[in-house]
T-cell receptor
Framework: SQQGEEDPQALSIQEGENATMNCSYKTSINNLQWYRQNSGRGLVHLILIRSNEREKHSGRLRVTLDTSKKSSSLLITASRAADTASYFCAYGGWDDKIIFGKGTRLHILP | DGGITQSPKYLFRKEGQNVTLSCEQNLNHDAMYWYRQDPGQGLRLIYYSQIVNDFQKGDIAEGYSVSREKKESFPLTVTSAQKNPTAFYLC???????????????FGDGTRLSIL
């Protein structure tokens, strides 16, 4: 299977702390994306990093990409209760198919 | 507001019955996708279409069929040949590749299919 893997599968942290999720993949990529899914809803695109980029920021999100290790990380700083959700990495080559990982379930404790 | 509409939100299938899930988008996107989500499995691609009147099988196409007669619509039929159809089905769209493949996908809010 070419499906990526997120680590950890589940994460619980206190509100205000930082949350870090990791993603490993198996193929060469054009870009890597991160998505959020609230319970029972569709996925929402958060951020895209291209294969020639190493780091990207968007608000409280920071994404890194290491193509030599075929890995990426998503950092959410100063977590809030509303950040409770599942987070998926997704990556693709040079067609329009992208492959989703199995996700990390993030729970922010009050 | 532009977006993707999936209907119905909940659907129940009897044994031997075909059911059709609707997906409509008004984003003027060329590419559309159907995914199946099972607990702990992430998303798996069923079918995708990059242009009207054309579509390709994804990783788990057996027991499913699609059509793409209009740019806005990409219905998915779950046939009686799909023996384990209970899952959450998600439809998505993207502008389409061309010079820039793998653009971010926009998702509907899903249809939850169960067996009676």
């Amino acid at each position: 299977s070419q499906q990526g893997e997120e680590d950890p599968q589940a994460l619980s942290i206190q509100e205000g702390e930082n949350a870090t999720m990791n993603c490993s993949y198996k193929t060469s990529i054009n870009n890597l994306q991160w998505y959020r899914q609230n319970s029972g809803r569709g996925l929402v695109h958060l951020i895209l990093i291209r294969s020639n980029e190493r780091e990207k920021h968007s608000g409280r999100l920071r994404v890194t990409l290491d193509t030599s290790k075929k890995s990426s990380s998503l950092l959410i700083t100063a977590s809030r209760a509303a950040d409770t959700a599942s987070y998926f990495c997704a990556y693709g080559g040079w067609d329009d198919k992208i492959i989703f990982g199995k996700g990390t379930r993030l729970h922010i404790l009050p | 507001d532009g977006g993707i509409t999936q209907s119905p939100k909940y659907l129940f299938r009897k044994e031997g019955q075909n059911v059709t899930l609707s997906c409509e988008q008004n984003l003027n996107h060329d590419a559309m996708y159907w995914y199946r989500q099972d607990p702990g499995q992430g998303l798996r691609l069923i079918y995708y279409s990059q242009i009207v009147n054309d579509f390709q099988k994804g990783d788990i196409a057996e027991g499913y069929s699609v059509s793409r007669e209009k740019k806005e619509s990409f219905p998915l039929t779950v046939t009686s040949a799909q023996k384990n159809p209970t899952a959450f089905y998600l439809c998505a769209s993207s502008p389409g590749g061309g010079m820039f493949p793998n653009q971010p996908q926009h998702f509907g809010d899903g249809t939850r299919l169960s067996i009676l």
